[in-house]
């Protein structure tokens, strides 16, 4: 089999570059974020994991034969040339899914837990409540909170199922209705319709 030669164009971890490698001896790997050296590297490679990405890379890359791109959006490689090109472009869909979802629980609970204002006075090593807040509201539930989530995709599926288990009531926004929601979202709504999503949160 001959030599499979792929370009990484951004920083990738040198963990995973080995991981790379190591699918088989016929790999070679090369990695650089130059932009500079980029046009020159791409001419005789066949696969692109691409995080720097132009349409001069594109045209340079006479050997492409696959690019990988390092998540779900695939709509900054779509030019002219490469959708009629039969080269073949793959997203990561779903990789993020995880930590995105993670954080955006994780801000939730932080605003609704105020532990913004929390932090900043430990920090300053006081030990203060706000006078403007009621003693009822200075620290709220996410339980029984409604979220809405436009777009029920890979990331915002995980968090809906994130959601639900905090005890919040779950929205969300989905393109294809045919198909009854998952048992981790209260109500589907089409994405057209995001008025009716914003009058039910």
């Known amino acids: 089999m001959s030599q499979i030669r792929v370009l990484i164009s951004f920083g990738l971890p040198s963990v995973f570059v080995k991981k790379i490698v190591n699918i088989g001896k016929d790999i070679e790997v090369i ?5 500079k050296d980029l046009l020159d590297l791409v001419k005789n490679v066949d696969i692109l994991f691409a995080g720097f990405f132009s349409l001069e890379m594109f045209l340079a890359g ?15 490689f779509l030019f002219p040339e490469v959708v ?24 939730m609970l932080c605003f609704c837990r105020n532990l913004h204002f929390f932090i900043r006075n430990q920090f300053q090593r006081k ?14 539930e996410l339980s029984g909170k409604t979220v809405g989530i436009v777009g029920l995709g890979k990331v915002g599926g995980k968090i809906a199922e994130k959601a639900k288990c905090l005890g ?18 209260d109500r589907l709504i089409h994405t057209k319709d995001m008025k009716a999503l914003s009058r039910r949160i």
């Open 84 to 107: 009629k090109s039969r080269v073949i472009i793959t997203n990561a869909g779903g990789v993020f899914s995880i930590p995105i979802s993670e954080h955006a629980i994780g801000m």
């Open 31 to 35: 990695q650089s974020v130059e932009e």
């Open 62 to 76: 006479r050997k492409l034969e696959w690019i990988q791109t390092t998540g779900a959006g695939v709509d900054r």
């Open 127 to 140: 030990w203060e409540r706000p006078k403007s807040w009621a003693s009822t509201e200075q620290i709220k």
């Open 168 to 185: 919040m009531r779950v929205l969300a926004t989905k393109r294809d209705l045919t198909l009854p929601p998952p048992v981790y979202v």
